[in-house]
């Protein structure tokens, strides 16, 4: 019998998200007899206790017999069980500071840690993920700071609704000005976003009319790889040249910039990759975007004035143009941005049912079977040590002492 555990998440500011619904978790009961799911107790899921024990799910809070441990966010050193397999988002593939220790202490208790954020395609393209939900909610977040900002219309708050089907009633009768959206990314987050710009009824054109014409009527265009790295020496773009030797490239965003409202920011960004623009842009008479949903996160990253998170409950913030200073929203010299790393926890059980269907569909099965190819890509830490894939990780761990 194969035992998996839902793990209370314990991360400060807490996610209310999960990996497998109730429902999801009698459908393994029924189909896969040998594997059994129980559930941490917890008053924060947005799943209750009562709703797993209604679908025939164990609540046990320890959970040291269990064989995996699945959890959505970054699990604390202090709550980690020694020698277990672990699935989460680690946020440790691209080195994040904040992380650190608690790889550290992952690999010094030989617990195998299983990445769902490496859980990737040959191609490189996530398999599972929040990323959708992340751009539905990213989107919202920027056209409501553009609707405060200017008074020009006004949306509400996407996690006073209990569902994304009541959020969608609310864009009924919604009038836009024209403004001009530009949507980055073609992956998950993108899709998401351009949910959003469909169910607004806002108009999609090519990148070359956006950035030649006004428009009568709120528009958006898309921006993905070729439309926004060309190379250095002789321009053009190979969409695996770019992932492979992302610094043998550079940005064309910046005319965008001067034709661009609303940017809605849905790039993967690592070190290598160019930013769309520099800091100092956005002092420039021809950089005119107001607000910033940078979906994708990652501070100082591809948008370079993301200053680092804000919270679901007060999601915006204003850059000053001149000192790049953080400021309260909406002021005259400012740019706005959105910097949130939970996003989804505003739809959290769409969120989580749509994550708990990747789950079952393309990983369970596989996990189960010990050393599927899916599986060993996307393992981080075992028995102490980290994997080949990852041994790039050494020097993090190492640092700020031993």
């Known amino acids: 019998m194969i035992k998996i555990a839902l793990i209370r998440e314990e991360k400060t500011p807490s996610d209310n998200r999960v990996a497998l619904t109730p429902s999801q978790c009698r459908w393994i ?7 059994r799911v129980v559930v941490q107790p917890s008053s924060t899921r947005c799943f209750t206790d009562k709703e797993y024990l209604s679908a ?5 809070e320890d959970i040291a017999d269990c064989d995996y441990l699945f959890g959505i966010k970054e699990v604390p050193a202090r709550a980690l069980i020694r020698g277990k397999n672990y699935l989460f988002f680690s946020h440790t593939r691209k080195k994040q500071p904040q992380n650190r220790e608690m790889l550290k202490a992952i690999l010094a208790n030989d617990i195998r840690l299983i990445d769902f954020e490496c859980m990737e395609h040959e191609d490189g393209q996530r398999i599972i993920g929040f990323g959708f939900f992340a751009g539905l909610v990213g989107a919202h977040n920027g056209m409501m700071a553009y609707g405060n900002r200017t008074g020009l219309f ?3 708050r996407v996690h006073k609704q209990r569902s994304l089907r009541e959020l969608i009633h609310t864009y009924f009768g919604l009038r836009l000005p024209n403004v001009k959206i530009a949507v980055t990314g073609s992956g998950r987050v993108a899709h998401g976003i351009l949910e959003i710009m469909n169910l607004m009824g806002i108009h999609e054109v090519e990148p070359e009319d956006y950035l030649e014409r006004r428009f009568a009527y709120p528009v958006y265009t898309q921006l993905k790889g070729a439309h926004l790295y060309q190379r ?4 053009g773009y190979s969409r695996f040249e770019f992932h492979e030797h992302p610094e043998k490239y550079k940005c064309c965003f910046l005319p965008y910039a001067a034709q661009t409202d609303i940017l809605l920011n849905g790039v993967y960004w690592d070190e290598n990759v160019p930013r769309l623009f520099e800091k100092e842009d956005v002092s420039s008479e021809h950089f005119v975007i107001r607000t910033i949903a940078d979906i994708t996160d990652d501070p100082n990253g591809s948008v370079p004035i993301n200053l680092g998170d804000q919270s679901i409950e007060d999601p915006v913030y204003g850059v000053d143009r001149q000192s790049l200073q953080k400021t309260k929203p909406y002021e005259e010299n ?7 790393g939970n996003l989804p926890n505003e739809l959290p059980r769409d969120a989580s049912r749509y994550f708990g269907e990747q789950l ?21 830490a075992e028995n102490g040590k980290l994997t080949q894939r990852f041994e790039y990780l050494e020097d993090y761990v190492k640092e700020h002492g031993k």
Do not use: C, P, R
């Open 360 to 380: 079952i569909k393309h990983v369970l099965n596989d996990l189960f079977k010990g050393n599927a190819t899916l599986i060993e890509n996307a393992t981080i």
């Open 154 to 156: 006004s949306l509400g």
């Open 56 to 60: 025939g799910v164990e609540l046990q």
């Open 334 to 340: 400012s740019v706005d941005v959105i910097a949130i």
């Open 232 to 235: 250095k020496e002789n321009g």
């Open 29 to 35: 009961h029924m189909n896969l007899k040998d594997v």
